[in-house]
């Protein structure tokens, strides 16, 4: 166990929708570590090396986080491997955490799968040179997961919103950082957290018996595509279709779903579309994971991100971003992203999946 600071550390934790964040005044308003999102899936965070350069000049020591799509240990490898190439340039002075919270993995996989993963992941992580922990929170610990094969034996960050870091959360798994609701820094909503232990010391000693340089594993010199039907994509800025012709430019700005993957001759030919339209071929290299922080269902409490509009992009009433609602209905036959929310069994919008966080 780790020795505990007389005063916990304030932070953040910041991931592409802090886009233009504010290093200075996050420094100013006491911020004194960062956990950057490093990425999703085998994508790495549009944001990542903005945020990198940010925290390095405004003099924040940071750590990451990688969000989790796997469904089996192959998966949770290559998102490691993918996660090590992001940032092997970089020694952060805290963990790299591993966050896992789909509801597709609850509803596909076992504990023991799902501990597997996490497992996996850190392993890798840790023989590739770097501290690793376990984003989570009490539900999945004590409902989804193998609690025994993790506290312990991996640093905890809990996520257990009392919306106020001056009100303790109930639960101990030993967690080193705890992620308390949501805070403010120069008018952008972070995710706010306070941090118990010394961990530029600790990860000094991690590096000092594990060696100064992380070494990430070799990348496959063929990889396969890790893409399947039905995965939700961005398109990267400047790609072109797979026969090498221009894209109209909004569809750098759309979410779309893989409706092919593959042909006979080619592994990476990718066909994208929307509501069963397609949209173009492209090269699987040319894709992202679409950033889908939730997987909602009827009933999640969620609260409304700054600057949202309605899904038919109307402007919402000031108080919409300061209140928690319930999850009314997800989705319409023609667009998933539809998002129905309200409070005691009245409605107060629609709003796209997107615009939305859990409560």
Request: hydrophobic share 35%; aromatic share 12%.
């Amino acid at each position: 166990m780790y020795k505990k600071l007389t005063s916990p550390l304030k932070g953040a934790d910041i991931s592409y929708v802090q886009k233009g964040f504010d290093f200075a005044a996050a420094k100013a308003y006491g911020i004194r570590f960062l956990i950057i999102r490093a990425g999703i899936a085998t994508s790495t965070d549009s944001q990542l090396y903005s945020h990198l350069r940010g925290a390095k000049a405004a003099d924040i020591p940071f750590g990451f986080y990688w969000y989790s799509y796997a469904m089996s240990t192959d998966d949770a490898k290559a998102e490691a491997a993918a996660c090590l190439a992001a940032i092997k340039n970089y020694k952060p002075e805290y963990p790299v955490f591993y966050d896992m919270e789909r509801q597709q993995q609850i509803n596909s996989l076992t504990d023991g799968e799902r501990t597997d993963i996490i497992k996996t992941f850190c392993d890798e992580v840790i023989k590739g040179g770097y501290p690793c922990g376990i984003y989570v929170n009490p539900s999945w610990l004590l409902n989804y997961l193998i609690q025994d094969e993790l506290v312990g034996k991996y640093d905890i960050w809990l996520a257990n919103w009392t919306d106020d870091p001056n009100d303790p959360t109930g639960y101990d798994f030993g967690q080193t950082i705890w992620q308390w609701g949501v805070d403010e820094i120069s008018n952008m909503d972070t995710d706010g957290d306070l941090c118990y232990v010394d961990y530029p010391a600790i990860t000094k000693e991690f590096y000092d018996n594990h060696g100064d340089t992380p070494t990430p594993p070799q990348p496959d010199p063929d990889p396969k595509p890790s893409l399947k039907v039905g995965d939700r994509v961005r398109v990267k800025q400047g790609a072109k279709t797979y026969d090498g012709q221009p894209l109209a430019s909004f569809v750098y700005d759309n979410i779309y779903t893989v409706m092919q993957v593959g042909t006979n001759k080619h592994a990476d030919y990718i066909v994208i579309g929307v509501d069963g339209q397609v949209t173009a071929a492209v090269k699987a290299a040319d894709l992202t994971i679409a950033d889908t922080k939730i997987d909602l269902k009827v009933g999640d409490r969620v609260r409304v991100k700054q600057g949202a509009k309605t899904y038919d992009g109307q402007p919402l009433a000031g108080f919409v971003y300061n209140n928690v609602y319930t999850v009314m209905q997800v989705g319409t036959n023609k667009h998933a992203d539809y998002i129905v929310i309200g409070a005691d069994g009245q409605v107060t919008a629609a709003v796209k999946a997107a615009d939305l966080y859990n409560a």
